[in-house]
């Protein structure tokens, strides 16, 4: 294993022109790469987690001189109590990213985004497929229940 030339762990990093952050659980320096690294307290690395990473990893390629979506010298990395993760920074995982960052900055800027529902097979498999049929199927007028509620 090579031996790190430095570690830098809990760092905010900020891309000030595409208006991203985010806190990166460590950063190991090699002499001919980097390794964004997420430490993760229970087994197995969902969708969310994938994505965080790829997101850090956006922002430490930002903070060492590159293109935020060139990912050639970082190895993104994944530490849980069971096994050691490395996502890979595909074209669709980082467009969800971009998306998602978009999605956020139209909000924080106060515009109205109408939310997009995910695929059904997702909802049949969530576990509130329930309650958001309910409220997703509810005909009663939006005035009606703040007159109710306001009695």
Known sequence: MQQVFAEV??????????????????????P????????????????????QT?????LV???????????TGNILTV???????????TALALDAVKKARKYILQVLDGERIRATLPNRFVCQS?????????????KVDSDLKKDKDNV
Do not use: L
């Open 61 to 71: 390629n930002y903070r060492y001189g590159r293109a935020e979506d060139d990912f």
């Open 79 to 89: 530490i849980t109590p069971m096994k050691v993760h490395n996502p890979r920074p």
């Open 9 to 30: 762990r809990e760092i905010t990093v900020m891309n000030p022109v595409t208006r991203h952050e985010g806190r990166i659980d460590a950063i190991f320096v090699y």
């Open 54 to 58: 790829i997101s850090n990893g956006m």
């Open 32 to 51: 001919d790469h980097v390794q964004t690294i997420e430490w993760k307290t229970y087994a197995g690395v969902s969708v969310y987690d994938r994505d």
């Open 126 to 138: 969530c576990p509130y497929f329930s309650a958001c049929g309910f409220y997703m199927g509810d």
